[in-house]
């Protein structure tokens, strides 16, 4: 990826907000700096799993961790060396999913790998033995095979000479035929569920070359692992689209967030375009344009609102993982805000997440920078959209805003001795709505005569400005 120096700011409908630091606490997975890739994670209702590979022969492993981001047992070694696994959950146990091990970020290395399964208890044991799920296939480089468990079947996506293919597993282990599922040469996958059909996108690739214009296309597949429709075009502009692809529903569509090459070369914007379950493809909106250099964006719902994460100046010493919410209409509703940054020397390359047990876990991979080849797990729960993001840490300033979600009074107790002058709070188009004036530690705010909906709460003290979601509900 390609390296710019950040410029910390972002202007939205004529207000000037900062970027924030979330409050979420992180936690560490993985400590012993010798992990080297970050594979998926599944929750069971108290526990996540998180799958790995580690040291330099690649061993599979996993690692429980609680609701509230603590280490629970140690770490499972499944036994073989291979990729990082992908993970799913059906109700009673996990299935791990993987292939030999590539070069991460190197998709064109040729190697004939197999895709094979583990089922795992809750408890951390393994059930069964090890099983071939596809010969000759891969799910490896960051998202070149999918993994879901839904209506009773898990779904595999994964890679057979660059040729998409689905098959389904049932609890019992038993896979049934192939599907194809593409007829061009493909890349990386992303997938998503609708409650009665998976959508699958991926980037097409020349004959043994990346580097030229993509195009990214999608496949609509029966929870059973019936192909529903043809291949249609999601994205088909003159520019490359290519990088790893997220997809995630929100009810009625799928938002599907990739990236496209600039014209005339070297960096990338981060986009998304939101698809019906008819394969109706709206306009592409931008979400983080080149000047920041992102990458690796990924996308989940929270049942109101989408999280879109992504990287800045991914693989640089700069190297920053950003959050921000949208609506199901692609309009931002909350400043972005910063969730991993560089730790002990390490700099975050990537980040995955999903809603779950009301509140997104976000997870990243830190890489050692003395030779980007180890590094560490660490997630962070982040609030869901229509909750508070309270309290909220700029440098040594803590403020909290409650209730939020507020409907009659808001209050605003500010820590640290800091001084704010004035408070002003802007509906979603930017208008001023309220002003008033701050003179003590805590501020209390009337709101009774805003209507339902979102608005920003911002905190001056005369020279910088702070500012805050606030959702007002009746």
Same mark, same amino acid.
């Given at each position: ?132 799920? !596809? ?65 699958? !996108? ?17 496949? $609509? ?98 190297? @920053? ?18 969730? $991993? ?71 605003? @107790? ?32 009337? @709101? ?27």
């Amino acid at each position: 990826m390609k390296t710019k120096v950040l410029f910390l700011s972002f202007f939205f409908m004529g207000i000037v907000f900062l970027p924030l630091k979330s409050g979420a606490q992180e936690f560490p997975v993985t400590t012993t700096t010798n992990a080297t890739t970050l594979g998926g994670v599944a929750f069971d209702g108290y526990n996540y799993l998180f799958g790995f590979v580690e040291d330099s022969v690649n061993n599979v492993t996993a690692q429980f961790v609680s609701s509230s981001g603590a280490l629970v047992g140690s770490k499972i070694s499944v036994g073989y060396i291979g990729g990082a696994p992908l993970v799913a959950f059906d109700g009673t146990k996990y299935l791990l999913l993987w292939s030999s091990p590539k070069q991460l970020f190197n998709p064109d290395k040729s190697i004939i790998d197999s895709v094979h399964g583990q089922f795992v208890s809750t408890s951390g044991t393994l059930i069964g033995s090890r099983f071939l799920v !596809a010969a000759n296939a891969t799910i490896s480089s960051p998202k070149g095979g999918c993994l879901e468990y839904n209506n009773g079947l898990y779904m595999v996506i994964y890679k057979q000479n660059d040729i998409n293919y689905a098959v389904t597993i049932n609890p019992s282990g038993t896979i049934s035929t192939p599907v194809q599922l593409s007829t061009q040469l493909i890349g990386d996958n992303a997938i998503a569920f609708d409650g009665t059909n998976y959508l699958v !996108a991926w980037w097409t690739h020349g004959i043994n070359h990346y580097g030229y214009e993509q195009d990214i296309y999608g496949q $609509f597949i029966s929870s059973t692992g019936s192909l529903v429709g043809q291949n249609f075009l999601i994205d088909d502009d003159n520019l490359a689209s290519d990088n790893p692809l997220s997809i995630a529903f929100d009810g009625t569509n799928y938002m599907v967030t990739y990236h496209a090459q600039v014209s005339g070369g070297g960096e990338w914007n981060l986009y998304s375009r939101f698809v019906s379950t008819s394969a109706v493809v709206d306009n592409k909106i931008c979400l983080r344009d080149s000047t920041y250099s992102p990458s690796f964006g990924y996308s989940s719902f929270d049942g109101t609102n989408y999280l879109v994460t992504w990287a800045d100046n991914a693989f640089s010493l700069q190297s @920053v993982i950003r959050g921000r919410y949208y609506n199901t209409q692609g309009v931002p509703i909350d400043s972005m805000f910063t969730i $991993f940054t560089s730790l002990n020397g390490d700099i975050p390359v990537f980040a995955g997440h999903f809603f779950t047990n009301n509140k997104f876990l976000v997870v990243t991979f830190r890489m050692d920078t003395s030779n980007f080849t180890y590094g560490d797990i660490y997630g962070a729960f982040i609030p869901s959209s229509t909750s508070s993001l309270t309290p909220i840490r700029t440098g040594e300033e803590i403020y909290t805003i409650y209730p939020n979600p507020a409907s009659d009074k808001v209050n605003i @107790v500010i820590t640290n001795n800091k001084i704010y002058k004035s408070l002003n709070i802007y509906n979603i188009l930017g208008r001023r709505v309220i002003t008033q004036s701050i003179n003590q530690d805590k501020t209390q705010v009337d @709101v009774s005569g805003l209507s339902t909906g979102v608005y920003f709460i911002q905190l001056s003290d005369g020279n910088n400005n702070k500012t805050h979601k606030l959702v007002i509900k009746r």
